[in-house]
């Protein structure tokens, strides 16, 4: 982005590039810069707290008279949450004949379905795996994780970006489910610790890595951290 903020400046065009790691955007050296110590993936700090998001705005749009290449700091940090994990049911075991992890993602498709329309369907599945899709995106990692070789297991599209539409169908269904905007990470960690879905996304992910998978294919299916 701080590349791409040059780019535009030189066409005579203002930019200021809000970033969480300081030690990026520093090196990145945009025109503007406002280092925000906030959690990645949330740029503006605080889920649903207008009045902080527009303090952020305004320090942001604060550094567009800047004659001179300039990092400011935004003058109040926001916390990850630890190890805070959301508290959110899953639903019961309803079909003995289907594996657990496709159970539970049928299970949770009507909370899904709210958590779409309370978004207006900015948030969800749907960049390359539609919802009504994910239970048979899901089977290929379960097909993995048994044992069968990566590019044979049915995989609908890129592995890292299917994983990221099974991630964004739970996460979305757990915020129809909870009364709060959870901290940050806090709905990953529910997601690879508590489902039976994102167990088998780590399990498959350690099975692509012994199949000597190129990392890319494997690596990106959970955090870095996993």
């Given at each position: 982005?701080?590349?791409?903020?040059?780019?535009?400046?030189?066409?005579?065009?203002?930019?200021?590039?809000?970033?969480?790691?300081?030690k990026?955007?520093?090196?990145?050296?945009?025109?503007?810069?406002?280092?925000?110590?906030?959690p990645?993936?949330?740029?503006?700090?605080?889920?649903?707290?207008?009045e902080?998001?527009?303090?952020?705005?305004?320090?942001?749009?604060?550094l567009?008279?800047?004659?001179e290449?300039v990092l400011?700091?935004?003058?109040?940090?926001?916390?990850?949450?630890?190890?805070e994990?959301?508290?959110?049911?899953l639903?019961?075991?309803?079909d003995?004949?289907?594996?657990?992890?496709?159970?539970?993602?049928?299970?949770?498709?009507?909370a899904?379905?709210?958590?779409?329309?309370?978004?207006?369907g900015?948030?969800?599945?749907?960049r390359?795996?539609?919802?009504?899709d994910?239970p048979?995106?899901i089977?290929?990692?379960?097909r993995i994780?048994?044992?069968?070789?990566?590019?044979?297991?049915?995989?609908?599209g890129?592995?890292?970006?299917?994983?990221h539409?099974?991630?964004?169908?739970?996460?979305?269904?757990?915020?129809?489910m909870?009364?709060?905007?959870p901290?940050?990470?806090?709905s990953?960690?529910?997601?690879f610790?508590?489902?039976?879905?994102?167990?088998?996304?780590?399990a498959?992910r350690?099975?692509?890595?012994?199949?000597?998978?190129?990392?890319p294919?494997?690596f990106?299916?959970a955090?870095?951290?996993?």
């Open positions: 982005m701080s590349t791409l903020a040059h780019v535009i400046e030189a066409e005579g065009i203002a930019t200021v590039a809000l970033g969480s790691i300081r990026q955007i520093e090196s990145g050296a945009p025109p503007r810069g406002l280092w925000c110590d906030f990645l993936g949330r740029p503006l700090g605080k889920p649903g707290d207008a902080f998001q527009h303090r952020v705005l305004e320090a942001a749009f604060g567009l008279d800047a004659s290449p400011a700091v935004f003058d109040e940090s926001v916390l990850d949450g630890g190890d994990m959301l508290s959110c049911p639903p019961p075991p309803h003995p004949d289907a594996h657990p992890a496709i159970d539970e993602a049928r299970g949770l498709r009507a899904y379905d709210r958590g779409a329309e309370m978004t207006d900015r948030f969800g599945a749907g390359v795996v539609a919802a009504d994910i048979a995106a089977e290929a990692f379960i994780a048994e044992g069968t070789p990566w590019k044979d297991a049915g995989i609908p890129m592995p890292m970006r299917v994983a539409d099974i991630r964004s169908y739970y996460e979305t269904a757990a915020l129809a909870v009364d709060h905007a901290a940050a990470w806090a990953t960690r529910w997601f610790d508590q489902t039976e879905t994102g167990k088998v996304l780590l498959a350690q099975a692509m890595q012994d199949q000597d998978a190129p990392q294919m494997w990106y299916l955090p870095g951290d996993r």
